[in-house]
């Protein structure tokens, strides 16, 4: 960004008073009013800022005017409270040191505003990230809230604070922010209870009852309306330029970013109802018979609400509010109360539940905003206390706030115009002193443990007797008479003896920022800060986990009859250590200063401004700055921080720090009279000289860093280099090593071929040597064998020539023939005539002559079996033959016959007597004898009847009486006709004309048909004296039935009934005969 004013140059009026070129009160004040007419509120004395108060909002905190001012030189820029707010910020960051930003000036002067200014910068400068910003907005929101409770419209500010507040930021070495902590420093309670004519109560009291929800006020049990109130003062509850509701709504949002639970919140907002409900309660007197009055609750109303609130019994809470119990040597006596001490409890009741409920506050947030992380922490300290105040009528309270800011300026006066000027003689500056004001003296009068007021103070509390606020003054008047600061009406300092402006009971102090009347009259009580134990035990009995929490006294099981230090004590310890602590930092200073009285923008007060710019030792501040130097180090620091400016001592010095700096400087162009050589430290008068310096070294460290980047950039781009150089070597070995093994395989496979192409070629050509070789020597030996066959032959012809041939070629054959018997008889097969086995062919030659063998053999080994024969056997198997003649391939039924063996006789008749008397009847030689089936003619149903055949005839008889049914010589049978399927059918055809022809034929069925004709046919051939007997095979024939012929047809039928062949007359002329199909 552009700069647009340096503080040395174009400056309205003067930036840095340093630089007014003629210092007088008048020019002093005459620089601030110009720079204040025209909106330049901050003016520099030095480092120490000035800040006067605009009275309304000007354009110069907006976020561009936050970059403008991040990271630039604290002189480069016109004076603003961020140059200061920056070069604090940086100097934590940069060089480690722990900072305090002291904001000091009177009440209204714009102190509170000034910090939070200078928290928003930081905020805005430090880093950014979720976790760091969370931080930052929880350390900002604070802020709302404490004012909202701890700060009040008072006649010298709208927005006074009421107590003392330093903060902790907390940074890490980043500089971004961890988190903080929040001291406070006694809150202003008294003003709870009562408010001076002008000012209000606790700004908290007006926001909730304006800005919260109708249901919430309903649930709290209160009332828009101010004026229901005793504790709220009315003639000012409304503020211009102060909208309360809005103002509730940002504190309850407030209280979310900060982190307080809905719960809490509620329980705040609850204690903050039930003070403005103990306000309401009011007492009225009770005569008792000892003649004393008691006090009692006028109405009960508001003390049932506040009970109810805070979960307390009433009953408890009134008898606290009646009776007070005082212990004394381990007893309890219970006094009653009188009006005016109810009222007095309940008021300290009030004060107790607020402030405790404020401390509670503060450590709710500290709990949020303390820092999570355990590491080092760098700290800013931001100091925002109650300004200095007078008013027409001062307590206590004022007398606190007054002696804290006594202190503050006593730490102003210390660290800049005593220590700097200390500081000079110390080092051996040449220096003439500059008188100023030490307030040193004031802080004594107040502060000193023997003799000092609060010392004093705290013995009239603890003293036993009546003590009062009057026997307090009375002890001020003798021990304090003699301080020049202090009157009092009846001091020794007699000339205010006459002075009755000075009232009684009261008594003056000359602070530092002029004279405050302080009135006496509940200094005793303040400082006690006596709550009943009572009202103490009442409330550590409520049902409200927050109240039971603010008063752990009341715990009956804690009892402590230890008296608890006093306030005015309590105060003390706290300012001596915040002193202590902000002695260890490195001190900013702020100086608010408060233009009019009347809160007005554009205003300018010249004898208010005096005034205050006075008794801030503001001249005396500038005359040391002008004297002296603006800046100082210690050698070492100094050259640490510019040695780059001089080759000589960059980057290293080797002798001692201060003649390093003495070199430097002598080689910069700067004019020796702007720097003086201390003993440790080295002082330069001018800021622009500092400036200059720093220009210089900001220069140098561009080129250094430049330098360095370029050798960082050398190095790394170099080992970068290196790296791909290796690496690229690395690569090429590996490929090389690759390319030549391929080259070297590829070299390698080829030989290999050539080597077996030329070994082959070489083998190929041996053989084709070797080879013609042997052919050479086989025609040789070939040639030579004809050569010896010619030449034998040739001598052996004329014995050979006629018949060797056919010798040679019958003994060939003779020798094969030989051959061939010999090797027959060796695989001659077995004798068996069914053994169908020969041995194969030889020679093609020998086909004949091997087939007759064969047969001859077959012959042979037939005739051999035969002759095996006995005479039946041999009749028995010229009987298979003749039927094998007759049947074979003729009848069906013959296959099955050929294993069956004739048998003749199956009757055995002869041997049975059952037929003794058929047996008589036949002469003959019975040739067969069987029971056959006689097919009747009308119907076609077989009769058994037992058939006899012998030499001559045949006959028929009864199987069961053996009775001969018919005897027919043979030569009367002509012929015999059967079928050419499997039955057993046969027709025995009689000899037209003979006698047994009368009956007609015979149609008989037999199981042993084919024996039966066969012998027929045999006896037939056999018999001289008649011819052989015909056999007729058809499926169809005729048959003589006495006078009818019939034709008898075989038909192929279906198997019924097993496999019976059935025979039925169809008509008079046909008899069918069904023979089952074989399956
Ligand atoms: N820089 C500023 N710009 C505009 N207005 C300002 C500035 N500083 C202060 N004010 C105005 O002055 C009023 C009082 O300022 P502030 O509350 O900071 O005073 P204070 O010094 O903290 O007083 P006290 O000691 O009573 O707390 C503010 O409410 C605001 O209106
Ligand atoms: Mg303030």
Request: glycine share 4%.
């Amino acid at each position: 960004m552009e700069v647009k004013t340096s503080l040395l140059d174009n400056m309205i009026g003067v930036g840095d008073m340093v630089l007014l070129e003629v210092l007088t009160e008048d020019s002093f004040i005459e620089n601030l009013r110009k720079r204040f007419d025209h909106n330049e509120i901050y003016t520099y004395i030095g480092s120490v800022v000035i800040s006067m108060n605009p009275y309304r909002p000007l354009p110069i905190y907006t976020p561009e005017k936050v970059e403008e001012y991040r990271n630039r030189n604290f002189y480069e820029l016109s004076p603003h409270i961020f140059a200061l707010a920056d070069e604090a910020y940086r100097s934590l960051r940069d060089q480690d040191k722990d900072q305090c930003i002291l904001i000091t000036g009177e009440s209204g002067a714009g102190k509170t505003e000034a910090s939070k200014l200078v928290m928003s910068y930081v905020a805005a400068v430090c880093g950014k990230g979720q976790e760091v910003n969370k931080v930052k907005e929880q350390l900002l929101q604070s802020n709302p809230v404490l004012e909202a409770f701890g700060n009040a419209k008072t006649v010298r500010n709208d927005n006074s604070s009421r107590f003392g507040k330093y903060m902790d930021i907390e940074f890490d070495f980043k500089g971004d922010p961890l988190g903080g902590v929040i001291s406070n420093y006694l809150l202003e309670k008294s003003r709870v209870v009562k408010q001076p004519r002008g000012e209000r109560n606790f700004h908290i009291f007006y926001q909730l009852l304006s800005g919260a929800s109708d249901d919430t006020l309903k649930r709290l049990k209160l009332d828009r309306d101010f004026s229901k109130y005793n504790y709220l003062s009315l003639d000012s509850a409304a503020v211009n330029g102060l909208d309360d509701a809005a103002n509730f709504r940002t504190v309850r949002n407030a209280m979310q970013i900060v982190g307080f639970m809905e719960d809490e919140v509620q329980s705040v907002l609850e204690l903050v109802a039930a003070v403005l409900k103990l306000g309401n309660i009011e007492f009225k007197p009770e005569s008792r018979s000892n003649g004393t009055d008691e006090s009692r609750i006028k109405d009960k109303n508001d003390l049932k609400e506040m009970c109810e609130l805070l979960g307390i019994e009433q009953s408890v809470l009134e008898r606290a509010f009646s009776y007070r119990t005082v212990e004394a040597k381990m007893e309890k006596v219970a006094t009653t109360l009188n009006v005016a001490q109810a009222y007095y409890a309940r008021d300290a009741l009030a004060k107790n539940l607020y402030s405790r409920l404020f401390t509670w506050l503060v450590s709710r947030i500290n709990e949020s905003i303390k820092a999570q992380a355990k590491t080092r922490h760098k700290v800013m300290g931001v100091l925002d206390i109650y300004g200095f105040e007078i008013f027409e009528d001062n307590s206590f309270e004022q007398f606190i706030i007054n002696y804290c800011n006594e202190k503050l300026q006593q730490i102003f006066i210390e660290l800049t115009l005593r220590e700097e000027q200390e500081e000079y003689i110390r080092e051996g500056i040449e220096w003439t002193n500059i008188e100023y004001f030490n307030n040193a003296i004031i802080c004594d009068l107040i502060e000193n443990n023997q003799n000092g007021i609060l010392a004093m103070l705290d013995e009239e509390c603890l003293r036993p007797g009546t003590v009062t606020d009057e026997t307090f003054l009375d002890k001020l008047n003798t021990i304090c008479a003699e301080h020049q600061h202090f009157e009092s009406r009846l001091s020794k300092n007699s000339k205010f003896l006459n002075d009755h402006s000075l009232p009684h009971s009261c008594f003056r102090i000359q602070h530092y920022a002029g004279k405050v009347l302080y009135r006496v009259e509940g200094f005793v009580d303040k400082n006690n800060d006596l709550l009943y134990r009572d009202l103490s035990q009442a409330m550590y009995k409520a049902n409200h986990s927050l109240i039971k929490q603010l008063f752990p006294e009341g715990n009956p099981a804690k009892v402590n009859l230890k008296r608890p230090p006093t306030a005015g004590s309590q105060f003390k310890a706290s300012v001596g250590t915040l002193m202590r602590n902000l002695q260890t930092k490195n001190p900013n200073y702020i100086r608010c200063i408060k233009p009019n009285d009347k809160k007005a923008s554009h205003v300018f007060t010249e004898s208010l401004v005096r005034h205050q710019s006075r008794y801030l030792g503001l001249m005396e501040n500038v005359r040391v700055r002008r004297a002296g130097y603006a800046f100082r180090q210690p050698y070492e620091s100094c050259l640490e921080r510019y040695k780059m400016l001089c080759k000589r001592t960059w980057p290293h010095w080797k002798g001692p720090a201060r003649e390093g700096v003495e070199v430097l400087m002598g080689e910069l162009p700067v004019p020796a009279e702007e720097y003086s050589y201390g003993r440790s430290k080295i002082f330069i008068r001018n800021p622009r000289t500092l400036f200059f310096l720093e220009e210089r070294r900001r220069q140098c460290l561009q080129e250094l860093a430049t330098l360095i980047q370029k050798i960082y950039r050398g190095w790394k781009w170099r080992t970068y280099f290196l790296r791909l150089k290796k690496s690229q070597i690395v690569v090429s070995a590996w490929y090389r090593r690759y390319a030549q093994q391929k080259k070297y395989d590829k070299i390698k496979s080829s030989t290999i071929v050539m080597q077996s192409y030329i070994r082959g070629w070489q083998a190929r050509k041996l053989l084709r040597r070797l080879k013609y070789q042997k052919r050479c020597e086989e025609a040789v030996t070939t040639i030579t064998a004809y050569w010896h066959g010619t030449q034998v032959r040739r001598e052996y012809r004329k014995y050979f020539r006629a018949n060797a041939g056919r010798k040679i070629y019958e003994f060939t054959i003779q020798r094969i023939m030989q051959k061939y018997f010999l090797s027959l008889k060796s695989s001659m097969p077995s004798k068996s005539p069914i053994d169908k086995n020969w041995p194969a062919r030889p020679y093609l030659f020998l086909d004949a002559v091997h087939t007759e063998l064969r047969r001859i053999f077959h012959l042979w080994r037939c005739k051999k079996y035969r002759s095996q024969f006995t005479e039946e056997k041999k009749a028995v198997y010229e009987e298979k033959l003749e039927a094998s003649k007759l049947f074979k391939d003729k009848k069906a039924l013959y296959p099955s016959s050929v294993s069956q063996p004739f048998k003749g006789d199956y009757l055995e008749i002869r041997k049975n007597p059952k037929y003794q008397k058929l047996n008589s009847a036949v002469e003959e030689k019975v040739l067969l004898a069987d029971v056959v089936n006689k097919i009747n003619r009308a119907n076609g149903k077989g009769t058994a009847r037992i058939f006899l055949l012998t030499k001559k005839n045949f006959v028929l008889a009864d199987q069961k009486t053996g009775q001969v049914k018919a005897s027919v010589p043979l030569p009367d049978l002509t012929s015999v006709s059967v079928s050419t399927q499997s039955d057993g059918f046969f027709a025995l055809r009689l000899k037209e004309g003979s006698a047994s022809a009368v009956k007609g034929d015979f149609l008989l069925s037999s199981e042993h048909l084919i024996e039966i004709i066969t012998k027929l046919h045999r006896i037939g051939a056999t018999a001289a004296d008649r011819e052989q007997i015909d056999i007729d095979i058809s499926d169809e024939f005729l048959v003589q039935f006495k006078q009818d012929k019939v034709c008898v047809k075989f038909v192929q039928g279906v198997a019924k009934n097993g496999n019976s062949v059935s025979c039925k007359r169809k008509n008079n002329r046909l008899l069918e005969v069904s023979v089952p199909t074989k399956a």
